[in-house]
């Protein structure tokens, strides 16, 4: 089956460093994607790991183990804007690469 | 950029009544589309893989004769809601793959409200 994890809700302060992880297990494997969703919005693509390691892009970087069947976002210097639900995404094999969703995690940035 | 357009974004309809989503990929073409459904506070269920000129796939659990998706061209897929409820209200979000390059792109989604 498909499984994949995520807090359902994080708080952090203005301006500090914040890691939302995703644990997954799928039928196939072909790339972890990371998407913010502000209420009532569709989501927005923020990152893409298909091999092991940390990419990096401004104040968010993701990282990705596929031997742990892990992932994290890490968002730095954080702002009131970034109060939103993130979403990581799993992309499996076959003919369709059909990206499923986890759980989400509602991010609640303090001042 | 790429944009994927939906129509309706809002809709209220009375129960019983058949309601259409249309998604459509504007600059690019699209073999394959996806149908996703949010409740509130919950992520993105996927429903079905729309493929263009075929059959589309539906997930364990979605009614094929509740949710019909057609795909008839490259840049438009259809989900039609047929006979809503109440608990049919939702956020219907669409993706497309863009053929040639493989990226996948959202709409804006569509809110269903079913009286």
């Known amino acids: 089956g498909q499984n994949i994890d995520q807090p359902t809700e994080m708080t952090a302060t203005e301006g500090a460093i914040v890691q939302i992880n995703c644990t997954y297990q799928t039928s196939g494997f072909n790339g972890l994607f990371w998407y913010q969703q502000h209420a009532g919005e569709a989501p927005t693509f923020l990152s893409y790991n298909v091999l092991d390691g940390l990419e990096e892009k401004g104040r968010f970087s993701s990282f990705l183990s596929r031997s742990k069947g892990y992932s994290y976002l890490l968002l730095k210097e954080l702002q009131m804007k970034d109060s939103a639900s993130y979403l990581c995404?799993?992309?499996?094999?076959?003919?369709?690469?059909?990206?499923?969703f986890g759980t989400g995690t509602l991010l609640a940035v303090q001042p | 950029g790429a944009v994927v357009s939906q129509h309706p974004s809002r809709v209220i309809c009375k129960s019983g009544t058949s309601v259409k989503i249309e998604c459509r990929s504007l600059?690019?073409?699209?073999?394959?589309m996806f149908w996703y459904r949010q409740f509130p506070k919950q992520s993105l269920m996927l429903m079905a893989t729309?493929?263009?000129?075929?059959?589309?796939?539906?997930e364990q659990g979605v009614e094929k004769d509740k949710f019909l998706i057609n795909h008839a061209s490259l840049t438009l897929s259809t989900l039609t809601v047929t006979s809503a409820h109440p608990e049919d209200s939702s956020f219907y979000i669409c993706?497309?793959?863009?053929?040639?390059?493989?990226?996948?792109?959202f709409g804006e989604g569509s809110r269903l409200t079913v009286l």
């Open positions: 600059d690019f073409q699209a073999t394959t």
């Open positions: 993706s497309a793959r863009d053929a040639h390059t493989g990226e996948l792109f």
């Open positions: 729309s493929n263009e000129g075929s059959k589309a796939t539906y």
């Open positions: 995404a799993v992309r499996g094999g076959g003919a369709t690469n059909k990206l499923i």
